[in-house]
Structure formats: structure tokens, C-alpha cells
């Protein structure tokens, strides 16, 4: 390939998985607990903030005096998209699908999938709960239904 050669347009992707995640030491506890149905995020024990996704320290003060909690499952949906297009695999059997973004009741907001309906059924602020989907026939992953 030389400099003049124009990058390709599309790779290859056949094989590649996108919906699975990078379990690492510090999400681990997150993703074992996903597995036995509960919810986890991260509550500050100096200021009290929760946070979500998972962080080794607070990302309202800073510290790093942070410890997991069990959320409720509990949240509102504060913005979604249906998604008509995805080529990257596994997802494009499986549009179209609700894409969101939860508000927890403990404040959090957390990007997810809305399943068991359409775009048409959702409304902003509408209520929501945790369910929990094998994506690989193994780890399951939080997703949410309206309730
Ligand atoms: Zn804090």
C-alpha cells in the first residue's frame, strides 16, 4: 500500500463480536453480579455520589473511597433511538432494536438496550426495570423493560 492508495472502505468483520465487553479486575464484581441478576454501580463514601459506568475513583470529588452498591433496578428512560442500521456483527440480525439512555433511581444514567418493544412504545420519562439478556450464551448483560 502506498501513500496514494485510499484506505479501504470496509473491513472484514466477519467473526468479530462487538457486543461483548472487556472484563477487566474493576469490572469484574459488575459483571459477576450481572450474571446472578443484580444491578451494581458505585457509591462514593466521602461525598455519596453514585456513579456509573464503574470507576476506581469518584468523578464528582475525586476520591478514591468508592464502593459498590446494589441499585434497585429501577429508572426512567431519559433518551433512546430505534436503530435501523448496524452492520457491526452480531447486531445487524437483530435491528431494528431500542438503543437508551436509563436515568437509575440512584441518579446514574446508563447507556443500554430497551427490549420486549419498539420505539413506538417508549416515551421519554417513561418507568423502567433491569432485566438481564445472555449475549453469548454465558455473560448476561443489563438491559431494560418498561413496566
Ligand atoms: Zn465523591
Not at 459498590?68 to 456483527?89: F, I, K, M, Q, R
Not at 417513561?126 to 413496566?147: I, K, S, Y
Request: charged share 20%.
Amino acid at each position: 500500500m502506498s501513500v496514494s492508495d485510499p484506505p479501504p472502505l470496509r473491513q472484514d468483520l466477519s467473526g468479530a463480536r462487538f457486543d461483548q465487553p472487556v472484563i477487566e479486575d474493576e469490572s469484574q464484581p459488575y459483571w459477576d453480579a450481572a450474571n446472578q441478576g443484580r444491578l451494581l454501580i458505585k457509591c462514593c463514601t466521602a461525598c455519596g455520589a453514585n456513579h456509573h459506568y464503574p470507576r476506581p475513583f469518584c468523578p464528582k470529588c475525586w476520591s478514591e473511597e468508592v464502593e459498590w452498591v446494589e441499585a434497585s433496578g429501577g429508572g426512567t428512560v431519559y433518551s433512546y433511538s430505534t436503530v435501523y442500521v448496524n452492520d457491526l456483527p452480531p447486531f445487524g440480525p437483530e435491528v431494528p432494536y431500542v438503543a437508551a439512555v436509563v436515568e437509575l433511581d440512584e441518579g446514574p444514567r446508563m447507556m443500554t438496550r430497551l427490549v420486549d418493544c419498539t420505539g413506538e412504545d417508549v416515551e421519554i420519562g417513561a418507568p423502567v426495570t433491569v432485566a438481564f439478556q445472555p449475549f453469548d450464551g454465558e455473560q448476561c448483560m443489563p438491559v431494560f423493560r418498561l413496566t
